[in-house]
C-alpha cells in the first residue's frame, strides 16, 4: 500500500508558477503527475521512475514543467513554470510498485486526493 497527499495547489495568472508536493508514506518504483479537467480525459504529465530519476514529459509541458523528488522526505514534487491557462486542472499524485513508463493511468495502483490548479488569463 501507498498513501499519496497533494498539496500546493493554487491560483495564478498565466505566466506564473506553482510547485506541487505529493508525500508518500514509502517511495515506490514509479510516481507521476495526471491532470484531469471538467469534461476532459485524464492525461499523463509527467512522470519519473524513483530508483533511476529518470523522467517522462508530456509534450504539452514540455520544458515548463519539472518533475523531482526527495527521498530522504519521501516526497515527489512537480515545479510548473510558464504556467497557461490550460493548464487549469485538478492534479492527481500517481504510484505503482512495478511498472514504470506507461502514460497509461491504469498502470498506476495507487492515487492521491488531488489539488486544484487554476491559471487566470
Known amino acids: 500500500q501507498v498513501r499519496l497527499v497533494e498539496s500546493g495547489g493554487g491560483s495564478v495568472q498565466a505566466g506564473g508558477s506553482l510547485r506541487l508536493s505529493c508525500e508518500a508514506s514509502?517511495?515506490?518504483?514509479?510516481m507521476g503527475w495526471f491532470r484531469q479537467a471538467p469534461g476532459k480525459e485524464r492525461e499523463g504529465v509527467a512522470i519519473i521512475t524513483t530508483t533511476s530519476a529518470t523522467t517522462y514529459y508530456a509534450d504539452s509541458v514540455k520544458g515548463r514543467f519539472t518533475i523531482s523528488q526527495d527521498n530522504a522526505k519521501n516526497t515527489l514534487y512537480l515545479q510548473m513554470n510558464s504556467l497557461k491557462p490550460e493548464d487549469t486542472s485538478m492534479y492527481y499524485c500517481?504510484?505503482?510498485?512495478?511498472?514504470?513508463?506507461?502514460?497509461?493511468?491504469?498502470?498506476?495502483?495507487?492515487w492521491g486526493q488531488g489539488t486544484q490548479v487554476t491559471v487566470s488569463s
Open positions: 500517481a504510484a505503482d510498485l512495478w511498472r514504470c513508463g506507461s502514460w497509461s493511468g491504469a498502470n498506476f495502483a495507487y
Open positions: 514509502r517511495i515506490p518504483y514509479c
